[in-house]
């Protein structure tokens, strides 16, 4: 499977973005896929897991309320809606894809088999 993730950009805080993970390789309705994060200085964080065969979804706490991961099968991607977004949310975000559904804990980065190229959040203004 090969993801690649899109959508990333500079937004005012406040402001919200859709990010974009598109499989190819296998179908969504066999994968988990897990979005993560990784700010300038800091180690990865695991943000949300979406389960592609019924759309069942974590979060962390820090993006709960203000992130909301979907999947369109048909088009075989996964979308991390972001609301409300802070500087602190500044950071390249990745997504990444395991067999199965979302791994117990969901945000442990070594679960995660494949990994999309990670794209660029800048929240300033």
Known sequence: VQLQASGGGLVQPG???RLSCAASGLTLEVLAIGWFRQAPGKGREGLSCIRGRDGKT???D???GRF???RDNAKNTVYLQMNSLKREDTAVYYCA??????????YRD???ATWGQGTLVTVSS
Do not use: E, I, R
Not at 97 to 106: E, H, K, M, R, W
């Open 110 to 112: 070594d679960f995660y």
């Open 68 to 70: 909301t991961a979907s």
């Open 97 to 106: 894809s395991v067999q199965g559904g979302c791994p117990a804990p969901y």
């Open 15 to 17: 402001g919200s973005l």
């Open 62 to 64: 820090s993006v709960k």
């Open 58 to 60: 974590y979060y962390t």
